[in-house]
């Protein structure tokens, strides 16, 4: 099979609120639509979160999940991807339940602790349609993203050993890279591995050429033809960076959770936009993309 570049869509996430763009999805009916739609455009892994249909506040809940989880399942193929990231209030042990309980294909795991800034600039700033959001951001200054050895270790033991659920191994930093490589030593875990470089959050690397290609470099080394990288950079980087990744021989993550903008000063309107505008730089490129079938391929997924 020649290359073929799998898409990711992360449809919401836990990052952005609702002032920050009317089209961020949040019901369950909002959140399985922009994903169906998403898919449809030509994304094969669909990477989830859940919000509070009231306030939009991020939600661990698993009930919220199959609210939307059946629905997405009815009019897709593509490969569910459920967060074990949660959000900045919710803990590691609150962060698995929705994998746990849904036993998708992928969860999200991140390898490492670190600082992570949301927006806290803007919390004395703008109008806000919930009273959460700029307290939120502001809190944001002092969030420390725990993902511990033992918190890792109890990802994979709980979801992909039990489950046979595998990983979008979120890698922020080099060192992050290491500490994937160590528990590949350990044997626990076992190729392909599927890692996303995360480029641009503030805390984590900056999103420039030379730092994606010092990542690819660095995976190449640990991991040799055993992995598979694929890449997403926040906000305006989100394109830029995709291309390069793209470019480079591997795979790209667009949608709202990393970015709400289509471009400078226009809101995406929607997931699929952001889809469809990757869709066309890959064929600039003489790319096709992958079927959701050929990404489980890829990725040695349960199915
Ligand atoms: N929000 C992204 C920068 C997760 O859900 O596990 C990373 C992310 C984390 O997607
Ligand atoms: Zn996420």
């Known amino acids: 099979m020649s290359r073929k570049v799998i898409i ?15 089209h961020l999805p949040i019901t369950p ?3 399985a639509k922009q994903a169906i739609d998403a898919a449809n455009a030509g ?16 939600s661990p809940e698993p009930d919220l999940f199959m609210d939307f989880l059946p629905k997405i399942k009815a009019e897709t193929d593509a490969v569910i991807n459920i967060s074990t990231g949660g959000g900045m209030t919710m803990t590691v042990k609150d962060r698995i339940r929705a994998a746990s309980h849904a036993s998708p294909e992928m969860a999200s795991l991140n390898m490492g602790t670190m600082n992570f800034g949301l927006f806290p600039a803007l919390a004395g700033r703008s109008e806000w349609k919930h009273d959460w959001e700029p307290e939120f951001l502001e809190s944001s200054r002092d969030f420390v993203f725990k993902n511990t050895f033992s918190d890792i270790e109890t990802i994979l033991a709980d979801l992909g ?41 503030l805390g984590g690397i ?11 470099r660095t995976a190449d080394k640990l991991f040799g033809d055993q992995y598979q990288f694929s890449v997403l950079g926040a906000g305006r980087h989100q394109m830029p960076l995709a291309s390069m ?13 990393d970015n709400l903008y289509l471009r400078k000063g226009e809101l995406a309107p929607d997931n699929a ?31």
């Open 43 to 58: 994304a094969s892994i669909l990477h989830l979160h859940a919000r509070d249909p009231k306030t939009g506040f991020p």
């Open 245 to 257: 990744a793209a470019a480079m021989g591997g795979n790209v993550r667009v949608g709202l959770e």
């Open 206 to 216: 900056g999103a420039d050429p030379d730092n994606l290609a010092h990542l690819k």
């Open 8 to 22: 990711t869509c992360a449809v919401t996430g836990s990052v952005h609120t609702p002032s920050m763009s009317p």
């Open 29 to 31: 009916d909002e959140i």
């Open 273 to 303: 936009s952001q889809v469809r505008k990757i869709r066309e730089i890959l064929d600039g490129l003489s790319l096709e993309i992958a079927t959701p079938d050929e990404a489980r391929a890829i990725l040695g997924l349960k199915g």
């Open 161 to 201: 050993e039990a489950n046979g659920t595998r990983f979008e191994f979120e890698c922020y930093d080099v060192g992050h890279l290491y500490t994937l490589a160590h528990f590949v030593d350990r044997g626990l875990i076992k190729g392909p591995i599927f890692i996303q470089f995360v480029l641009g959050v």
